[in-house]
């Protein structure tokens, strides 16, 4: 048997949920022994859950330096912990601090780290995709600990109901590893469904010309119901929505039963996120726009014209 | 404030992607500065109008890739390194790190690094942190807003939720996302100036690595097709779009 970690992130005491997905997949995995590590306020808490999805131990530390500093003391903990357990594999999630861990241990111990991963085959080969999702390459790894980065909903997380042991990590941070500190913490509020959770999502891009067209998007969001707005990068990079809305390669990945694109071209950055849709409308001008090459439903013509219409329509029918 | 900026030579992100065997294809095709890059570039010559100093560009690629150092020397930056080897063909991030840092090590005295957050062909987004942690420095990573002062930074950084406030000593290593600035265009009297500017070009000898330092371990072993997705039906908006949304709409039981 091999141990296999997955690095759950902790966030506001609750687990992040890409953790359980990955632990789903995880366990699955021939001669895998599972584990998982959790750093920061909430990780022995976050034991239950981990526990239900896979992990047999959870390494964990309520301290508060491994929230407060990025990056470097969960570093720390987590070199001391993969010196000492040997894993074969470290999974990790796809998310902002996970990447910065896992670069800096990659740099510690040398080993192998592969990114953007979408589907692991067993303990040393995984799946990335190339070119918006067309093309998908298959990489074996050498090496020990492989370290593996995974996109958010390559897996859907399923419960199978186990119970983890908990090891309370005790690592000593040195000061020189307390430097990039976080002073504030800033949530952006939104209201309705979460967007990586809505059944159905609007999004919007540059095609709606001004950010005050959004509000569109929110009264169809909301004529529907149990509908989530988002947006395209190249209007996140512009100011017009909060990156908290972004879809996309960079930002979050969704896969919703319905997705409306209104005024979106259907950049590779885009596509790679919202591809798992299981229906997809979109709305261009364009009739060269390639988010028509993957829509089931596409109609060429002006977003800011239709999407009354649409709203008017849905209430209609809604009665 | 003597600033570090790291700058890739990439494939034009406008044109279709190639495989070359069982990489993405990097010789012969039109190749441009990665534009996620002049983000980096942008934000280290703002620091330096502000405070003084200087700003190196480091890279790491084919002698193609003088080109993009070039192009952020036109946009005001005032020298660069380049690293080029033919053992460096096919480096992964890790080694890209390895080298960068050797570089950035050899060239001087940095009180900031600052790297874009992921490049636009790769998108890995760990090289940032790998590099941070072969130089021993801490890391702001995903900057979208930031502010330097004599001897610190503080940075917005992203977050799925938002964003944090984060504040760092220096020397310190940044990545800054797209949006961060707006990148200033190169002026004809400035693509001048860059031809003037000192460029060094490095082997991995120069910088006391072995092939053994840049091996990587992984290795390609299986390239196939996604099943496609299959383009549904694109009609023409004749003033019946929304209704036929609205029905489809009403086939997938969304309303």
């Excluded at chain 1, 990039?180 to 059944?199: D, I, M, N, S, V």
């Excluded at chain 2, 091996?215 to 097709?225: A, E, P, R």
């Amino acid at each position: 048997m091999a141990k296999v970690w997955v690095f759950a992130e902790v966030h506001g005491g609750k687990v992040d949920s890409t953790a359980l997905e990955i632990l789903t997949r995880a366990r699955d995995l021939e001669g895998a022994e599972v584990e998982a590590v959790a750093l920061g306020p909430g990780a022995t808490d976050a034991a239950g859950p981990l526990g239900e999805h896979g992990a047999a131990v959870v390494y964990a530390s309520d301290d508060d330096v491994y929230g407060d500093y990025v990056a470097q003391p969960a570093t720390e903990a987590l070199h001391q912990l993969v010196q000492e357990h040997s894993p074969e594999l470290v999974l990790f999630a796809a998310n902002y601090d996970s990447r910065d861990i896992a670069g800096r241990l990659s740099a510690k111990t040398g080993s192998t780290l592969m990114s953007n991963v979408s589907a692991i085959h067993d303990l040393k080969t995984a799946q990335h995709a190339m070119f918006g999702g067309s093309t998908l390459v298959d990489v074996t790894l050498e090496g020990s600990p492989k370290l593996v980065l995974v996109r958010p909903k390559s897996f859907e997380a399923a419960p199978s109901g186990g119970q983890a042991e908990v090891v309370k990590v005790d690592v000593p941070i040195g000061d020189e590893l307390k430097k990039a500190k976080r002073l504030e913490r800033h949530e952006e509020a939104t209201t309705g469904p979460k967007l990586e959770e809505a059944p159905v999502v609007i999004s919007g891009g540059r095609g709606l010309q001004d950010p005050g067209n959004f509000e569109l998007l929110d009264q169809l969001a909301s004529s529907i119901g149990n509908t989530a707005v988002g947006a395209t990068r190249a209007v996140v990079d512009s100011g017009w929505v909060p990156y908290a809305m972004q879809i996309g390669q960079t930002g979050t990945t969704v896969k919703p039963n319905v997705y409306l694109a209104f005024g979106i071209s259907g950049a590779t950055q885009h596509i790679v996120g919202m591809k798992g849709a299981k229906k997809i409308v979109a709305v261009n001008k364009d009739e060269e726009a390639p988010i028509f090459q993957i829509a089931d439903l596409g109609i060429v013509g002006d977003a800011l014209k239709i999407l009354p219409q649409l709203i008017e329509e849905v209430k209609s029918r809604k009665g | 404030m003597n600033i570090a900026v790291c700058v890739k030579h990439i494939p034009d992100p406008n044109l279709p992607g190639e495989l070359d065997g069982e990489r993405l294809k990097r010789e012969g095709v039109q190749g441009v500065l990665d534009p996620g890059d002049e983000f980096g570039v942008e934000a280290g010559l703002q620091l330096k109008e502000a405070h003084g100093g200087e700003v190196t560009l480091v890279s790491m690629g084919p002698a193609a890739a003088l080109e993009a150092v070039r192009r952020g020397l036109s946009m005001g930056a005032d020298k660069g390194v380049l690293v080029t080897d033919d053992a460096l063909r096919g480096a992964d991030a890790l080694t890209t790190a390895r080298v960068l840092a050797a570089a950035i090590t050899k060239a001087g005295d940095f009180d900031l690094v600052i790297a874009g957050v992921e490049s636009t062909d790769g998108y890995t987004g760990t090289m940032p942190s790998s590099l941070a942690e072969f130089l021993g420095l801490p890391q702001l990573t995903f900057v979208k807003s930031l502010e330097g002062a004599e001897g610190s930074i503080k940075v917005n950084r992203q977050t799925a939720e938002g964003y944090h406030i984060v504040e760092s000593p220096l020397p310190a290593l940044i990545s800054v996302t797209a949006g961060v600035n707006e990148p200033r265009y190169a002026s004809f009297k400035g693509i001048m100036a860059a031809k003037k500017k000192p460029v060094e070009q490095w082997s991995l000898a120069d910088l006391e690595l072995s092939s053994d330092d840049v091996t990587v371990n992984q290795s390609v072993s299986n390239i196939g097709k996604a099943e496609a997705r299959q383009a549904g039906e694109v009609v023409e908006d004749d003033g019946s779009g929304a209704a036929r949304i609205a029905d489809f709409l009403k086939e997938a039981k969304v309303i």
